[in-house]
């Protein structure tokens, strides 16, 4: 009897040290305060009352870095806020090197951000936002590195400016658009004017095609009913007019 009292008492014991990992989950044992071994997924077995056990979840997690106020190169300030996803590729470092990653790697990732932005002007954290998040990227990936975490991608979501500086903004922009429109008919007047030039030049040359320019420019003037047409009538066929009226009236 007393066999088989011990004998349930040892099973238990060994059963109650079966553990169970999910496939997106890591174990890190430690046998008396010292790492052991890094255990999962699947069914995995730790010595009872000996080994302890501390789990990571290794997938990748998304982290929302709250609006920061901050002020860029230029003494701009302006409100920047981010989403950072990162995974741990190293469960053992984790656990063992940071105390509380979740919250290390948030901390890092707002100073990066601060930091980074006043590095930057206020055009360029407009322009550049994709080269600015593989900048930021690279930087606390460096850093949480030796904590066994990759970081995988950086976005910053919402850029929030001062209303005084959209309205500048939107005069700069205005000023602008007016500017190119200025110089688009600067450069269709002077094109015309060659057109012009070259056109007075054939005509010159060439009487007839100058009043055939002229007879066309009356027809298309007299499409409008509503349009009074005064035809000018050249110099030559007056004198010729002229001349044969004088003709008529002496004989």
Request: a neutral charge; zero cysteines; proline letters at 3%.
């Given at each position: ?93 984790a656990i063992i ?44 990936d460096s850093a ?97 007019a002229k001349s ?8």
């Open positions: 009897m007393t066999l088989l009292i011990i004998s349930l008492l040892v099973l238990v014991i060994l059963l109650s040290g079966l553990r169970i990992a999910q496939e997106y989950e890591r174990s890190i044992v430690f046998r008396l305060g010292r790492f052991q071994s890094v255990k999962g997924p699947g069914l995995y077995w730790i010595i009872p009352l000996i080994e302890t056990q501390q789990r990571v979840d290794i997938r990748t997690k998304t982290v929302d870095l709250e609006q920061q106020e901050t002020i860029t190169k230029d003494s701009v300030t302006i409100k920047v806020n981010a989403v950072l996803w990162f995974k741990i590729t190293n469960p053992e470092n090197q940071v105390a509380d990653y979740n919250k290390a790697v948030y901390q890092f990732s707002v100073t990066a951000l601060r930091n980074i932005i006043g590095q930057h002007t206020l055009d360029e954290v407009l322009r550049e936002r994709e080269q600015i998040n593989g900048t930021l990227q690279k930087i606390v949480t590195e030796p904590w066994g975490i990759k970081i995988e991608m950086v976005e910053m979501k919402d850029v929030e400016i001062p209303e005084a500086m959209q309205r500048a903004m939107a005069r700069e922009a205005e000023a602008i658009r007016e500017k190119r429109a200025r110089i688009v008919k600067a450069e269709a007047e002077l094109e015309a004017s060659i057109k012009l030039t070259q056109g007075a030049k054939v005509m010159e040359g060439s009487p007839i095609a100058l009043e055939l320019r002229r007879m066309q420019m009356l027809s298309e003037i007299g499409i409008d009913n509503n349009t009074t047409t005064i035809v000018l009538v050249p110099s030559d066929f007056t004198n010729a044969f009226t004088e003709l008529v009236s002496k004989k």
